[in-house]
Structure formats: structure tokens, C-alpha cells
């Protein structure tokens, strides 16, 4: 599934998970809105979610995974594979035109209505039109974080402006949720 039109992108590095979207909205060839939140907590702040794709689905998506969680206790794996699931076998949900990133404090999960459930090997991982660009740099700046001082937050923030510079469906406007996790010495 080919999703234009938005750039979600999650890092986890050094004690922290961000996640986040760009905020243009493009209907065709044309920008209709520059300021969208497509990242956004669900489960009590617990989890965030961001998504690529139309946006009454995403938000569809978005209300189902907030069930599954209330119905598995907040397990984030085990809701997104059953959302995954439903997703592919359900007659109406089979035709949502969306994907999600979802995290939480342990884990960073890419949920797709093809029954995906995909946890990255690297702690990065990103969606949507601009995602192969802000994926390869937020690997790119993992690489020489310490050496030159960046967190998680300043990681996503450079890698998003690189997407928005080279998707034409990316813009600079993030939207950008982050959650603390404790780091294994």
C-alpha cells in the first residue's frame, strides 16, 4: 500500500520515544491544510499513535486500537496484532487506506491493514510519503548522536525538516509527542 500524502516518523534513543507528523493535508495536487495533528496519545497518554493515510480511517483505526487495548490491559502487542487481524479479515475494515506507527514506553510497532505487525531491529522506524527519507535520516543521525550531541527529540525534529525538503507531500509543521523509558546500563 502506497500512502502519499504525510510523513509519521517514531525514534527510540537514549531514554526517550518520539513520535511525529508533519502537518500538511493534500487533496490531489493541491495543500488544503498545513497544520494537522497526526500524531496523537490514546490509552491515558500511554501509547502515541501517528498515521499515514485518509484521515476518517486513521481516526477509525485510531478509536479500535484504543479498544483492544482497554480489552488486552494496555498490552500494546497484543492489540495491535488483533487490530491487525480484524483489519485484514474484516469486510469493511479491509478497505481503510491507512497505516499507524503505535508506541509505548517498551515497544515501537507498525501496524498495517495487510496483518503487519512490524517492530523495527534499529529503534526507528516511519510511514507515509516522506517515511524512506526520514527513516534513512534518523539513521543517519543515530549514527553520530553523541558525537555531536543530539537526543531523540532533536534526531526526529532534523530528520523531518529532510523529508519535508525532499516530499513534496511533507511540510515543516510537526506535530511531535515523546515518552520517557528507562535505559539499561
Known amino acids: 500500500m502506497t500512502i502519499r500524502g504525510t510523513t509519521i516518523l517514531a525514534v527510540r534513543y537514549n531514554g526517550k520515544v518520539v513520535v511525529a507528523g508533519d502537518g500538511q493535508v493534500s487533496l490531489n495536487n493541491s495543500v488544503i491544510k498545513h497544520h ?6 490514546i ?3 500511554r501509547i502515541i499513535v501517528g498515521f499515514a493515510g485518509a484521515t476518517a480511517d486513521a481516526l477509525n483505526l485510531s478509536e479500535r486500537l484504543e479498544g483492544k487495548l482497554e ?8 492489540a ?11 469486510k469493511y475494515l479491509r478497505r481503510l487506506e ?32 516522506g517515511g524512506v527519507a526520514a527513516h534513512a535520516a534518523a539513521v543517519a543521525l543515530l549514527k553520530h548522536a553523541d558525537a555531536v550531541g543530539l537526543n531523540a527529540v532533536k534526531i526526529v525534529e532534523e530528520a523531518m525538516r529532510i523529508a519535508a525538503a525532499v516530499c513534496v507531500y511533507t511540510n515543516e509543521s510537526i506535530t511531535l509527542e515523546e515518552l520517557e523509558y528507562p535505559v539499561d546500563r
Open 43 to 45: 490509552y491515558n497518554g
Open 71 to 78: 480489552q488486552y490491559n494496555g498490552n500494546l502487542t497484543r
Open 98 to 129: 491507512a497505516m499507524m506507527i503505535a508506541v509505548d514506553a517498551s515497544q515501537m510497532l507498525l501496524v498495517s491493514g495487510n496483518g503487519d505487525v512490524i517492530e523495527p531491529d534499529e529503534g526507528v522506524i516511519a510511514i507515509g510519503s
Open 80 to 90: 495491535a496484532v488483533e487490530l491487525a487481524r480484524d483489519w485484514r479479515t474484516d
Open 36 to 41: 494537522a495533528r497526526k500524531v496523537r496519545r
